[in-house]
C-alpha cells in the first residue's frame, strides 16, 4: 500500500527539516524520509558541537557558485536575523564569537531539539533508518517513493540530501543521483574547508609542527586569507587554510605570511643594531614558537648571531617566515571536510522557489546545490534560508 503526503523531503539535516516546518505550517502533509537513525547528524557536530548555527555578516559574497547571484534571494528573505528569532523564541542561550560567528551557549542538540519541536507542532512525520531503493514521475507533480520501509506517493519532493562531506555520518550522492535522474547537470564536486596535506618532500619535517597554531595570510594569485592556521601531523588546518581550501584549486602553491603584523626585515636590522651578540632563533623566538623557527631556518643561520648576518641573509629569513612558499599534495578530502563544493546547477533552479525549472514539484535545497559558504556559519545560514524559500512553495 502506498501511503499518501502532500510533501516529501528527503534529508532529515538543516535544510531538510527548516523546509518541513515551513510546509508544515502551511498544513501541509510532510514526511521526511532520511537513512540515519537520528536526524540532523550533521547539526550536532557543527561548530565542534556547539553550533555554529549562523553569522550576524551574512551576504552573497561570502558564497562560492557558479552562479554567484543565485543565493541572494533566498537570504535576503530569510537571514539570519529571522533565524535568531527562532532561537530566542526557545529560549537558546547563545554567543556572538570573532567575525560575527553566532555559537550555542550550550550544545549543538539545542538547535536540533528547536527544529525538531517545531516540527512536531507543525505535523511533520519522520521515516527514519529507511533507504530510498526507486522514485517514478508518473506524471507531472506526481512523484512515487520507493524505500526499504514502505512506498509513498506526494506531489512534491524535497532534495535536502547534503553534500559528500563527512561519509562517516552518512552523507552519500544521493542527491546528485536523483537530479541525474531527472536529467539536471551536477556540476563537478569536490572537498571544501577541508585541511591541505603536506606533500610528501616536506612532510617529515614539517609534520614535527603539529599542534602549532599562529596568525598568518595565506595568498595565491586570487585570493588572500588573514586568520589562525594549525599546523597537524598530515598538513595545514586553521581557519585560515579551511578558508583558502575553498579557492584552491590541485597543483597551485601557497605563499604564507607566519609574520603578518609585523615588518621583519625592518625588524631584524632594529635588533642586530641593538643587540649584536643576539642569536637568531632567540630574537625569532620572540615572535614565533621554537619548534617552527627551527624547522623553518636551517641551522647554521638560526645559530648566528646577528651581527654576523649580513642585508642578504636578512633578505632570506624574511623569505623563510612571511614568504614562505608551499604546494599542497592535496586535502583531506571529504572524509573531513566541512562542505562539498559544486552540485546541482543553480541554473536549473528557480532561485525564488527552489523548484527545478523542468521538473514541476522537485526542489532542492541546502548543500547538494551549487552553494558552498564561508567558515562561520554561513553554510547553516544557506540551508535556513534555502529550506526556509522551498517550504513556502510546496
Not at 589562525?228 to 604564507?256: C, D, K, V
Not at 603578518?260 to 625592518?266: N, R, T, V
Request: aromatic share 8%; glycine share 10%.
Amino acid at each position: 500500500m502506498t501511503e499518501k503526503h502532500d510533501v516529501i523531503i528527503i534529508g532529515a539535516g538543516a535544510s531538510g527539516l527548516m523546509g518541513a516546518i515551513e510546509a508544515g505550517k502551511r498544513r501541509r502533509r510532510v514526511l521526511v524520509i532520511d537513512h540515519a537513525r537520528e536526524p540532523g547528524q550533521k547539526i550536532l557536530v557543527s561548530g565542534g558541537g556547539s553550533c555554529n548555527f549562523t553569522n550576524y555578516h551574512v551576504d552573497a559574497g561570502n558564497y562560492i557558485s557558479r552562479n554567484p547571484d543565485f543565493c541572494k534571494s533566498a537570504l535576503s528573505r530569510y537571514g539570519p536575523e529571522d533565524f535568531l528569532a527562532l532561537v530566542r523564541k526557545h529560549r537558546i542561550s547563545y554567543c556572538e564569537r570573532e567575525h560575527g560567528q553566532l555559537f550555542c551557549t550550550g550544545n549543538s542538540r539545542d538547535i536540533l531539539n528547536m527544529l525538531l519541536a517545531e516540527c512536531k507542532q507543525a505535523g511533520v512525520a519522520f521515516q527514519l533508518d529507511s533507504k530510498i531503493e526507486n522514485i517514478e514521475r508518473p506524471g507531472e507533480r506526481n512523484f512515487k517513493v520507493h524505500c526499504n520501509r514502505g512506498k509513498y506517493a506526494c506531489r512534491s519532493l524535497v532534495v535536502a540530501t547534503g553534500g559528500l562531506s563527512m561519509p562517516s555520518i552518512g552523507a552519500s550522492p544521493l542527491g546528485y543521483e536523483i537530479a541525474g535522474q531527472f536529467r539536471i547537470r551536477v556540476w563537478p564536486r569536490s572537498p571544501g574547508l577541508v585541511p591541505f596535506t603536506f606533500p610528501p618532500k616536506e612532510k617529515a619535517a614539517l609534520s614535527t609542527l603539529s599542534g602549532i597554531a599562529v596568525p598568518a595570510v595565506i595568498s595565491h594569485k586570487r585570493r588572500s586569507i588573514g586568520e589562525n592556521i594549525l599546523f597537524t601531523h598530515r598538513g595545514l588546518s586553521g581557519p585560515a587554510a579551511l578558508q583558502m581550501s575553498l579557492y584552491w584549486q590541485p597543483g597551485e602553491a601557497l605563499t604564507i605570511n607566519l609574520l603578518p603584523e609585523i615588518d621583519l626585515a625592518k625588524a631584524l636590522k632594529e635588533h642586530r643594531r641593538q643587540h649584536p651578540q643576539r642569536k637568531v632563533k632567540s630574537m625569532l623566538a620572540e615572535y614565533l614558537p621554537q619548534r617552527l623557527v627551527a624547522v623553518m631556518i636551517r641551522p647554521e643561520l638560526a645559530e648566528s648571531a646577528l651581527q654576523a648576518i649580513s642585508d642578504k641573509k636578512i633578505r632570506e629569513i624574511f623569505s623563510e617566515i612571511q614568504q614562505w612558499t608551499i604546494t599542497p599534495g592535496g586535502t583531506e578530502g571529504f572524509r573531513t571536510a566541512e562542505v562539498t563544493l559544486g552540485g546541482v546547477d543553480c541554473d536549473a533552479v528557480s532561485s525564488q522557489t527552489m523548484e527545478a525549472r523542468q521538473v514541476a514539484g522537485l526542489f532542492f535545497t541546502g548543500e547538494v546545490l551549487d552553494v558552498s559558504g564561508w567558515l562561520g556559519g554561513y553554510n547553516l545560514q544557506w540551508a535556513w534560508s534555502s529550506g526556509w524559500c522551498a517550504g513556502q512553495y510546496v
